[in-house]
Nanobody
Framework: QAQLVESGGGLVQAGGSLRLSCAAS????????MAWFRQAPGKEREFVAA????????YYTDSVKGRFTISRDYASNTMYLQMNSLRPEDTAVYYC?????????????????????WGQGTQVTVST
């Protein structure tokens, strides 16, 4: 069974940066889309960014465009989320997720139920 382990979360001041990592183990082939979601206290889990294996296409939610960058290192089976210019509203638990289908439509890659494997989450806290 595939496992995903996130790391890199922490406490940072507004305007600062963090880089999250998602290391995959177990089954590491045949996936289509990998993504980052986040969940703030009292809120639903929301889509942050996604990347497709085939053509490397990337997608972002509007609130993080220009500030966050998703990437993947195929050699180490690790996905990253570089987060710059962090804001207090970015505070949440961040989860990585993996699907064995490639999604190119927004209705699909933003839907958490489309992903099969999930990590345990890493806390990101942005202070004012």
């Amino acid at each position: 069974q595939a496992q995903l382990v996130e790391s890199g979360g922490g406490l940072v001041q507004a305007g600062g940066s963090l880089r999250l990592s998602c290391a995959a183990s177990g089954r590491t082939t045949g996936f289509g889309t990998m993504a980052w979601f986040r969940q703030a206290p009292g809120k639903e889990r929301e889509f942050v960014a996604a990347i497709n294996r085939g053509d490397g296409s990337t997608y972002y939610t509007d609130s993080v465009k220009g500030r966050f960058t998703i990437s993947r290192d195929y050699a180490s089976n690790t996905m990253y989320l570089q987060m710059n210019s962090l804001r207090p509203e970015d505070t949440a638990v961040y989860y990585c997720a993996r699907s064995y289908t490639a999604y190119y439509g927004r209705d699909y890659y933003t839907d958490s139920s489309a992903y099969r494997d999930w990590g345990q989450g890493t806390q990101v806290t942005v202070s004012t």
